[in-house]
């Protein structure tokens, strides 16, 4: 994919308002950039690996997974066309990634290196503003998801995500759009004790539930905002 081809991409970020696409176009043709394709599944970047560049999605959907020595698998989040990943490792101290990133779908992603990124950010308040803002969300996403991981029982968690997916689908009939293995490593728990779990709130008549959807049949597990 050429870059005249993913500026409506780059626009969608919202980083990149504050350029003309004649600007943007100028910008690619004389500082260095990279655009990879990842295969389904594959690894974008190993845990502990250095992050030498920024990265946009173009295309597909990434994930960022941790795997401990047991060999359980927590995914952290995802981030799809749009999103932008390795800005708040790229001018640490300690720029090594954490956790994994894995391509969930075939993927396009645009690298850009340090001095690339420095010059955008001189070259526009606005992009500044928004990569610091992108830098802060990434910090919040983990936070949460280590606060959910060390506060919350297997029911909290099932009961926070049923919650959410209620007000965002706006129905009792939840829509499952992943397999039960992605939403146990989701939510950070092991697949046999989702399964469990799950058992027994519909045993108690909370929830019933199906391969692709899980009902809730008790009010008194919806949350008001």
């Keep these: 994919m050429e870059i005249k081809n993913c500026l409506n991409v780059l626009k969608l970020t919202g980083l990149f308002n504050g350029f003309s696409t004649l600007e943007l176009l100028e910008l690619f043709k004389t500082n260095p950039y990279i655009i990879s394709q990842y295969k389904k599944n594959s690894i974008v970047h190993f845990e502990s690996e250095k992050c030498t560049s920024w990265g946009i999605i173009l295309k597909g959907e990434v994930i960022v997974q941790k795997i401990d020595e047991k060999g359980n698998v927590l995914t952290v989040t995802s981030f799809r066309v749009g999103d932008n990943i390795g800005g708040n490792l790229l001018f640490s101290k ?3 990634y954490p956790m994994s990133i894995i391509a969930k779908t075939d993927s396009e992603i645009l690298h850009i290196n340090k001095d690339f990124v420095l010059l955008l950010c001189q070259s526009s308040k606005e992009f500044l503003l928004q990569f610091l803002t992108c ?20 029911r909290d968690s099932i009961i926070e995500f049923l919650n959410y997916e209620y007000y965002t689908q706006k129905n009792k009939v939840i829509e499952i759009h992943m397999t039960k ?4 490593e989701r939510l950070g728990i092991q697949r046999t004790s989702l399964s469990r779990e799950l058992n027994k709130m519909k045993k108690e008549g909370l929830v019933n539930y199906d391969a692709s959807t899980i009902t809730i049949c008790d009010n008194s597990i919806i949350r008001k905002l």
């Design 94 to 96: 300690q720029p090594y």
């Design 135 to 154: 830098i802060s969300d990434k910090t919040t996403i983990l936070t949460n998801k280590i606060k959910a991981i060390a506060m919350k029982s297997i």
């Design 181 to 184: 293995k992605e939403l146990a």
